[in-house]
């Protein structure tokens, strides 16, 4: 078995059938406790209803007494292959934040359209959060084939709707996947009744998704802390790309400083020589204290600035305005600043710009900005080293806006 | 980065991240298997030490086992334990029997937590809840606001991405910090496992039956098995279909019971 879990995030509009499809494949993976089953039926017959496989994820009374998911859950699914985290994630504009959060965690993506109502509002919001979070791994699941009698013809004309959309956002759709999660057809087994369909099942689409491989870049170690218990000076951080080697020289951003290491060091491990890419661990540095938010590199390829150039996702249901100060927040570095600039705002629920030059940035927008900061920051482009190249915007304590460095 | 080093660091840095954030800062320890192994990764992020209080809610109707392993443990690992009853109601007779389930756990967990908190002052405190043990723990955020009621709103969760956690906002009372959520049982026996973690002997098979999850006296029961260590437990769980929290009554009295205390600041 693979050692890395693959994270994948269901989206799609709402009641396009995300949280079924979940339950479906807990249900016929054999993945769904006894006791959970039994839960579930007595929680539908006590409601009147059929056997509700959304259940298995929609876990708040209020989710199910509206029928809809509100908030994220993560479950933990396995296959001969690998270990899957499976982040359903919910279809209402207004629940956009989760959405995102969901989102943010996952490698890959199960894209849902009811073949009954084709391509709709959120699932074009959908598409662009996918773009613009570096999602590359997606399968569309044209869903609920039962109401179209497993037609080809129907499933033909979504599959070249979607693909259209997806291309123009640079996403090549790994497999567009006819299904109907709520019979249970083409999850977790292919069907008879989709004789005509050659693709995988969702299932072995899944498995023929990809762990992103870890790869050979320039050392990234944001400090996170300084700690001084026994009067010794212990920074410790997470390495976020490259790897972080004893007796190496580096760069201390955004001073750019040359320091060495002098000690790597983890409890219960001694003459640790290298920290891998992912490895949380104390330094001992020549020179000079460190604090959080300064920056080791091997080289000074980062950009040191206080001017952020970004694509940002405004998730909370208030406009911000120009002016209106926010706390940049970009691996451990924090700083205050505000929007300077909003060069375009778009909806990504319909295909027009909606204004250049703008003064405000409304809920569920993505815009176009540069970010003006109280002191410089040390940032990669998103497409290089996307750990420096993501962050998100805090106002009042509160985050409102993720972001991507252009 | 093999699988369980994975999942170590990124418990690791959450550990740190609140402890940055929220210097005044508690952790809390059932004595069970998962709030132990988080008080492992703590000493782990911070070299050994366990730089702040740990919590230990204390129903008076815990196993004499677990007060043991304890006491055991909280000499040899140097902790500074505050142990939190809610004196008032363990007085007044509150138990199981007394009313409902939901009652009594709210009133000698959430309320003797609470107590303790607002004598304490803490800002933040570190939890061992996992996504995979309830559905309603799966809809959890790492960092948890709670307001003066020690409400969870779930309906209205911040926004989490990036391991960028929220900051702190005037309604926010304290947060609730959840560094092994994304952990699953076989994780956690794995990483015992690995770690050689000392554990509570009440998860081992005695006459046929063990404890899967504990906690209180009369609200645990076994489950029928032979595993009598932790490959054997390891090995029923790869096969196993039940849930691991069949033996825990409180969250059976109805659907949304777990809910329910959840939002009332249960763990």
Redesign the interface.
Known sequence: MEEKSLHIVIVGHVDHGKSTLVGRLFFDTGSLPPEKLEEIKKTCEAMGKELEFAYVMDNLEEEREKGITIDIAHTFFMTQKRRYVIIDAPGHKEFLKNMISGTSQAEAALLLVDISRGIQEQTLRHCHILSLLGIKQVAVLVNKMDLVDYSEASFREVDSGIRKVLSSLNIKPAYVVPISASKGENVAKRTEKLSWYNGPSVLQALDSFETLSIEDKGLRFPVQDIYSFDGEEVAVGRVEAGSLKKGQEVFVLPQKRRSKVVEIRKFLADGITEAPTGDCVGILIEGAGLKRGQILTDEVKSDITDTIRANIFWMVDKDYKLGIPVTFKCATQEVKGRIEKIHRRFDPASVEIVENNASIIKPAEIAEVDIKLDSPVTVDKFSDVPELGRFVLEHAGFPVAGGIII | ???L??LE?KS??II??A??RFRNIAMLWSVGKDSTTLLWLV???????V?FPVIHIDTTYKFPEMYRFRDEYAKKWGLDLIVGRNEGQVAAGMGPKKGSKLDCCNELKTNALKQVIEKNGFKALLLGIR??E???R??E?VFSPRDGNFKWN??D??????D?Y?????E?NHFRIHPIL?M?ELDIWNYIRRENIPISELYFSKEGKRFRSIGCLPCCGPVESKASNIDEIIHELETT???ER?GRAQDKED??TM?KLRSLGYM
């Not at chain 2, 000493?43 to 030490?49: C, N, S, T, V």
């Not at chain 2, 969760?157 to 990036?162: D, K, M, N, R």
């Open positions: 980065m093999d699988h080093s994975i660091n690791i840095f740190r991240e402890y940055y000493r782990k992020a911070f070299f050994g030490k730089p996504r995979d309830h559905g309603i799966a809809k955020r779930y309906e969760q911040p926004a989490e991405l990036w960028q929220k900051s702190t906002a005037e926010d994304h699953t279909h039940t849930s069949a659907a949304y809910q």
